[in-house]
């Protein structure tokens, strides 16, 4: 029935209510998998900056922090450069495991650090300026923790779910 899930046809010989909640499963297990992709693209991307920013920390100045380019130097760039690696960890951490609740909230947090860094340095202390090298990050940790949200209800949903089958 186009349903990715082994269950589906036990839940054909359930009540309506369990064919249901089957159905909302199979949406949550596809909707997490996109997730997971997505997290994996996510830090792949970021090791490349993480590389980068120990390669030539002109690469910030020019992409970045394009509003005050001599505030960048080589310290500031491997500083950033190793909390891109570490978010990128995290972020791939998650996306092997991505139902541990722990991991989860510090991944989902990962993004909205990085979304108020960027924002703040646009708006607050004007080091950067509103360009795609700046416009591509906020639109990651925006898409990134709405989809995070949108998983944790799922991931909440199914945690529930498990609860009423213990019981």
């Not at 491997?78 to 139902?99: E, K, P, Q």
């Not at 860094?117 to 090298?133: Q, W």
Request: charged letters at 15%.
């Amino acid at each position: 029935r186009g349903c990715c899930c082994s269950e589906w046809r036990r839940g054909e010989e359930a009540a309506a209510a369990e064919n249901q909640v089957l159905w909302c499963h199979c949406k949550m297990s596809r909707f997490l998998n996109v997730l997971r992709s997505w997290l994996v693209m996510v830090s792949i991307i970021a090791m490349g900056n993480t590389v980068q920013s120990f390669r030539d920390h002109s690469f910030l100045s020019e992409k970045l922090y394009t509003g005050k380019p001599s505030l960048v130097n080589g310290l500031q760039a491997r500083t950033f450069g190793i909390w891109t690696l570490l978010s990128s960890v995290i972020r791939c951490y998650c996306a092997i495991d991505i139902r541990n609740k722990t991991l989860y909230n510090i991944t989902l947090l990962t993004f909205f650090i990085a979304l108020g860094h960027f924002l703040s340095e646009v708006f607050i202390y004007g080091t950067a300026a509103a360009t795609i090298g700046v416009l591509a990050p906020l639109m990651v940790a925006s898409f990134s923790i709405l989809g995070m949200l949108i998983g944790l209800q799922y991931l909440e949903v199914e945690a529930a779910s498990q609860n009423k089958k213990r019981n």
